[in-house]
């Protein structure tokens, strides 16, 4: 019981959530990683460089990342740490957990609502711009005041959950970047 207790900490630490406080009003990331502030050069020793999926390749970043075992619920899972630099900044946190990671399709489902459940009740109402999920995957979205996002996506073609967050400013230099054109 006692490494459950653990468990749920750390991810609620990973959501930058804190046990008995009110909904959060704003999304800054999750310690040591906060979206918007500087690169230190400590920040990404332990981090592989380039090696991680980009969160979009119309504004590009300086991406590091690590594997990790992250809480969802009361269950570790490895997973995938990415950090996304944009002009020196921390523009993009992600943590990915693949499908192997999980045991089964009812396990991926019973993680895709815990976590769900655990952003919508965790921070303010009025953040919540997104909330789609069922056994089949989806998406939660969230998006505060600056600008800056928390995204969770589900997927039920690759059985994998993803937890983004996106810093604001960056976030308006992707919407503001030209769409590749596609050839026929």
């Known amino acids: 019981m006692k490494l459950a207790a653990i468990a749920i900490v750390a991810l609620l630490i990973l959501a ?3 046990v ?3 909904k959060r009003a704003t999304i800054t990331g999750f310690p040591p990683y906060a979206l918007g502030s500087d690169q230190i050069p400590n920040m990404t020793a332990d981090l592989t460089a380039g090696s991680a999926v980009i969160y979009t390749s119309r504004v590009p970043t300086v991406r590091h990342s690590k594997r990790i075992q992250a809480a969802l619920g009361s269950y570790n899972y490895s ?3 990415t950090l996304e630099f944009w002009n020196d900044k921390i523009a993009v946190i992600s943590i990915d957990w693949p499908s192997a990671a999980f045991s089964s399709m009812s396990d991926w489902r019973n993680r895709s609502y815990n976590l769900r459940n655990q952003l919508v009740s965790s921070y303010s109402d009025t953040l919540v711009k997104q909330d789609i999920i069922s056994d089949q995957g989806g998406a939660v979205r969230l998006k505060d005041a600056q600008g800056n996002q928390l995204i969770m996506l589900s997927s039920y073609t690759h059985f994998d959950i993803s937890l983004i967050y996106l810093w604001g400013p960056y976030g308006v230099a992707v919407d503001d970047a030209p ?6």
């Not at 769409?179 to 026929?184: F, G, I, N, Q």
């Open 16 to 18: 930058g959530i804190t």
């Open 179 to 184: 769409v590749p054109a596609t050839s026929h």
């Open 20 to 22: 008995g406080q009110e």
């Open 79 to 81: 997973a995938t740490l």
